[in-house]
């Protein structure tokens, strides 16, 4: 027959087995919150791989011209679809202004 002190402890064991259960299968539900999003984004972005991802910070965007220089008369710009709606550059990351500008700003060739 098996002592009480056996039982307590075969029962703190089954606690703590289900305990760690949880954790594991805790862990792996955040682990795939965390990679669903990922992996969309990884998608969009090998949906158009001609557009930038470098941050526009990185890069001093700015929504207005630098003198005559402007993303309309870049070579990097992808316009939208009227002269004035927003494009997409092949350096910047996101949509930029046909009338913004960028350090990476190069001009159209004649």
């Known amino acids: ?9 075969r029962d703190a064991l089954s606690g703590t087995s289900s305990r760690r259960n949880f954790l594991k299968q805790a862990g792996g539900m955040a682990a795939g919150v965390v990679a669903i ?22 890069l001093q965007y700015q929504d207005k011209p630098k003198g005559n220089q402007k993303c309309s008369n870049c070579s990097l710009y992808i316009p939208g679809p009227s002269a004035d709606a927003k494009g997409h550059c092949k350096v910047v990351a996101g949509e930029v202004s046909p009338q913004g500008w960028c350090s990476a700003w190069a001009p159209k060739s004649s």
Not at 1 to 7: F, T
Not at 37 to 58: D, I, N
């Open 1 to 9: 027959m098996k002592s009480k002190k056996q039982n307590e402890s």
């Open 37 to 58: 999003p990922l992996w969309f984004a990884s998608r969009q972005a090998q949906a158009h791989p001609a557009y930038g991802h470098t941050p526009k910070s990185a």
